[in-house]
């Protein structure tokens, strides 16, 4: 059972990968801001910390913290999980320190899962 933060802006979006994430066997902390995601990297040792690229409403995007969640968590993998599919942002994503860049509409919940199975073994 791995520890994962979940951050997704939209909230029935999140619900769903929270379920199939929990029903796998997984510890899903799902969180909907940058700074809840930042406040709870604090407090969860997670094994995986999920970002969500873009986020209505604000000024930072998943990328933007992944440094500061690589900080904080040094041994945790780090997941983009964006609706952007452009090789300037997965660039910019692993520059950042993400461990890979995912592109929502390809990655379901399932394959997602079936990711981080591999990722983490």
């Known amino acids: 059972m791995a520890k994962i933060i979940l951050l997704e802006d939209e909230k029935a979006l999140g619900q769903i990968y929270q379920k199939k994430l929990e029903a796998a066997g997984h510890k899903v902390y799902f969180i909907t801001t940058p700074e809840e995601a930042q406040e709870t990297a604090k407090k969860v040792k997670a094994d995986v910390v999920i970002l969500d690229n873009g986020i209505k409403g604000r000024n930072e995007t998943g990328i933007d913290i992944a440094p500061s969640i690589r900080k904080t968590l040094p041994k945790s993998k780090i997941i983009i ?7 300037q942002f997965e660039e910019q994503a692993l520059k950042a320190g993400v461990d890979a860049y995912l592109v929502k509409i390809d990655t379901p919940p399932p394959v997602l899962i079936a990711y981080l199975k591999k990722l983490l073994h």
């Open 81 to 87: 999980l964006s609706n952007y599919n452009q090789c």
